[in-house]
């Protein structure tokens, strides 16, 4: 029952933007973690960012500046605003609802390609 559903990837150029949704049903979603994490063909599913259900964020470094999370408790809703794309940020993006480890789900993705 519980759903996490991605959408905004597409392809872009170097230096410019887009803008990640993940809606989210089926889970108390204030009291969720939420993060969005990238896996590149060939390498290891890492996290970009994350926003507690306090608010807090956190970044890996290579986008810190260039990227933002945020939340809409409201809407059920964490968004991942991402500038300045690099050609290294080309992956499959993946938005995580976390609260335990028995609560934790994933969307099926969607798609980042930045070209040079």
């Known amino acids: 029952q519980v759903q996490l559903v991605e959408s905004g990837g597409g392809l872009v150029q170097a230096g410019g933007s887009l803008r990640l949704s993940c809606a989210a049903s089926?889970?108390?979603?204030?009291?969720?973690?939420m993060g969005w994490y990238r896996q590149a063909p060939g390498k290891q599913r890492e996290l970009v960012a994350v926003?507690?259900?306090?608010?807090?964020?956190n970044y890996v470094d290579a986008v810190k500046g260039r990227f933002t999370i945020s939340r809409d408790n409201i809407k059920n809703t964490v968004y991942l605003q991402m500038n300045s794309l690099k050609p290294e940020d080309t992956a499959v993006y993946y938005c995580?609802?976390?609260?335990?480890?028995?609560?934790?789900?994933w969307g099926q993705g969607t798609q980042v390609t930045v070209s040079s």
């Open positions: 089926g889970i108390i979603f204030n009291i969720y973690s």
């Open positions: 995580n609802g976390y609260r335990s480890a028995d609560y934790n789900y």
């Open positions: 926003i507690t259900s306090g608010g807090r964020t």
